[in-house]
């Protein structure tokens, strides 16, 4: 065996140097590889929730669904959503039962006179009389609702002289007006002035 020569030595030296560098090369990627398919996740700071807007408006309210008389041929106008209908025999009844009245106000077609506003009292009723009790109109406050009542047989659609209104009597005026026998005075003797009944019901 022949002696080794310090060139040998140092080739060997500086083979190993190489290896051990590429191998911390190597070591050193793949910790880097690691590192960034599984970074560390910092928990940041818990952000206050942000305050909440003020109501403009109450959660519950009233939304008016009125009732409608016009004298001279009388026609009657309300909502039949918020009225159906809930019987077929006559005179028949139109009935809300989240309804409640709140007041009639009396307008003089003419507008010559002024209007007149009557409350309307829990459990009362409000007589429209059209002179003869088959075109009378009664509306009452049933306490836990509101029944529109009037003969179907007087008042029909092709008695009407506008399309939007579908149930009218023949020309016809109206004598008064009677909140629990009580007259709310207003309309005058012509009988045409407009009888507008406040009701309302839940949103």
């Known amino acids: 065996m022949s002696p080794t020569t310090p060139k ?9 140097y190489l290896t051990s560098l590429i191998l911390l090369l190597v070591a050193a990627a793949l910790l880097s590889g690691c590192n960034k398919s599984n970074p560390e996740v910092t928990p940041s700071a ?11 408006h109450p959660p519950f309210g009233d939304v008016e669904t009125p009732i409608v008389i016009k004298g001279g041929s009388i026609e009657l106008d309300f909502n039949e959503t918020h009225f159906p209908a809930d019987s077929t025999t006559t ?23 002024p209007q007149t506003t009557c409350a309307v009292p829990p459990g009362a009723s409000v007589l429209i ?5 088959k075109k009378d109109v009664l509306v009452t406050n049933t306490g836990p609702g509101v029944e529109i009542e009037f003969d179907h047989g007087e008042y029909r ?15 016809h005026k109206i004598k008064g007006v009677k909140i629990k026998d009580t007259p709310c005075k207003g309309c005058p003797e012509n009988g045409k002035c407009d009888v507008e009944i406040t009701a309302k019901r839940p949103l």
Do not use: F, M, W
Request: glycine share 4%.
């Open 8 to 16: 040998t030595n140092n080739k060997q030296k500086t083979v190993c």
């Open 46 to 56: 818990t952000a206050s929730p942000a305050p909440r807007p003020e109501r403009t």
């Open 91 to 113: 005179p028949t009844k139109h009935s809300c039962p989240t309804c409640r009245l709140e007041s009639v106000t009396i307008t003089p077609e003419d507008r010559r006179e």
């Open 129 to 133: 009389d059209g002179v003869g009790s």
């Open 157 to 171: 659609p092709d008695y009407c002289k506008k399309p939007r209104s579908k149930y009218c009597t023949q020309i």
